[in-house]
């Protein structure tokens, strides 16, 4: 048996950043287990992702090629991995928890006769095998989730579990190999997005959210300065979605999107734990509220507690001196 294969999600060949993440999961697991990570690349054709994947400390990287690869479908997919994993016989199947590998991966795992362990946030080494850790109940609560049965075993981390940053760089053998894929049943229509182009707050490296403290919505330039000044995207908790001060794809949160950029600045917002499972995977977070108890200082790197119409003026000033 082999040892961890990576599941590397593009659109196109442009690479999903989530699965550095995954390289990254991979590689520590790897560590500790004392086991070798290869990626495999599902595309129709030599996809120029791989030589960018080619560049991280792996055993090698699998590029499975066929026509009917070009654009995602869960059958296509389904067909592809299955054979990969069946060729190379990974211990572990480590993906992002993304969209797309939460649609396919069951489907995978069960025509092999195995379980999916999604939405991990951590894990720990424990004889040989890993104890997984995921959130429920909207966050608060941790269950711990062992694994069982025969390999391979299929694990997802959340966004943010793991930093890209720490993937090690090295030098991996790009294979090309010819898959086979049956008959697709499914055809799919162009990306939905509202007339209005709706962000991926997801890709963002640095975010500006605003929460009740913002108490108008004229006051919202106040925080888009502060993003621009920072280069970064401005988003909500969903009082302010719900206002309509701002459209719904810019709310953060568990009925919103899930994100972990850089840095989370986050003016007036209390810290609600729908709010905090949508951000605390983030490198850095900068709180400003007026409440010293607002549970968001729990999770803050660093906290300002004062009002946030004096705080982010000084804020724009000083990075304009930057």
């Not at 294979?175 to 008959?183: A, M, W, Y």
């Not at 209005?196 to 707050?201: G, P, Q, Y």
């Not at 119409?309 to 724009?316: K, R, S, Y």
Request: proline letters at 3%; aromatic letters at 6%.
């Amino acid at each position: 048996m082999s040892g961890i294969l990576v599941f590397i999600e593009h659109k196109d060949c442009v690479l999903n950043k989530a699965s550095v993440e995954a390289i990254a999961a991979a590689q520590k697991i790897g560590s500790d287990l004392g086991l070798k990570a290869a990626a495999v690349i599902l595309c129709d054709k030599d996809c120029t992702v791989a030589n960018d994947i080619a560049g991280y400390d792996l055993e090698k990287v699998i590029v499975a090629k066929n026509a009917k690869l070009g654009q995602y479908s869960p059958d296509g997919y389904a067909d592809a991995l299955t054979e990969v994993i069946k060729s190379v016989n990974p211990q572990y199947v480590v993906m992002s928890h993304t969209y797309q590998a939460r649609d396919f991966a069951p489907k995978v795992a069960a025509r092999l006769g195995r379980e999916v362990v999604g939405d991990c946030i951590r894990y720990r080494a424990e004889g040989g095998k890993l104890l997984l850790t995921r959130r429920i109940f909207l966050g608060k609560l941790d269950a711990d989730v062992s694994l069982g049965g025969d390999a391979p075993y299929f694990v997802t981390f959340q966004s943010g579990a793991f930093r890209g940053d720490d993937a090690a760089k090295g030098s991996a053998q790009v294979e090309t190999v010819d898959v086979s894929v049956g008959d697709i049943r499914m055809t799919s229509e162009e990306a939905f997005r509202e007339a209005k182009a709706a962000v991926d707050l997801s890709k963002s490296n640095v975010i500006v959210a605003i929460g009740r403290g913002i108490k108008s919505q004229e006051n919202i330039a106040l925080a888009e300065k502060l993003a621009e000044a920072l280069g970064g995207d401005l988003a909500a908790s969903r009082p302010i979605c719900d206002s309509d001060w701002l459209p719904i794809d810019r709310q953060i949160g568990s009925s919103g999107q899930t994100v972990a950029p850089k840095l989370y600045i986050a003016l007036g917002i209390s810290g609600a734990i729908q709010h905090i499972v949508g951000m605390k995977n983030s490198g850095t977070i900068v709180a400003i509220n007026k409440d010293a108890e607002a549970p968001i200082f729990d999770i803050a790197d660093y906290g300002i507690v004062g009002d946030l119409f004096e705080a982010v003026p000084v804020m724009i000033e000083e990075l304009a001196k930057a």
